[in-house]
């Protein structure tokens, strides 16, 4: 696989040894291109901060995540120049526009989005969408 889109849901994966860790880590090594929407660094921000105030994490390992990942080799595309496209997935298949934005990016550059939410990736599987999704712990990137 030359590129693919990679949403917050594997990404988290990185950092925090959870089901998958393994696969995120291999997808992030073997595939030459990884694209997101500039969404993701909120949506990483966010959980982050969850972790960190729920006791998961001290505040110097927040951080500490927050600076790794910024320094990931993600090809980051603005979210503005998908949100059309978002919005009008999230209406046709009832999905957030988040996950929109991710999905949409991946049918503008013609890769797969790999996700490890199985929810997500179980709804679309059967549309014309479908083919662009691959769960992650089913992905033949890793």
Not at 28 to 40: G, K, Q, S, W, Y
Request: hydrophobic share 45%; glycine share 4%.
């Amino acid at each position: 696989m030359k590129r693919a889109v990679l949403d917050a849901s594997v990404a988290i994966k990185l950092y925090f040894q959870e089901e998958h860790s393994e696969a995120a880590e291999r997808c992030v090594r073997l595939i030459p291109e990884v694209l997101a929407p500039d969404l993701i660094w909120a949506e990483m921000g966010n959980v982050v901060w969850k972790r960190q105030r729920r006791g998961d994490l001290s505040g110097a390992d927040a951080a500490s995540v927050v600076r790794s990942f910024l320094t990931l080799p993600l090809q980051i595309h603005p979210a503005s120049g998908l949100l059309a496209d978002a919005l009008e997935l999230a209406v046709k298949f009832d999905r957030s526009v988040y996950d929109g934005l991710y999905l949409a990016l991946a049918l503008k550059t013609r890769s797969i989005l790999i996700s490890a939410d199985k929810r997500f990736v179980n709804a679309l599987k059967d549309t014309p969408a479908g083919k662009h999704l691959e769960w992650l712990g089913d992905s033949s990137a890793t």
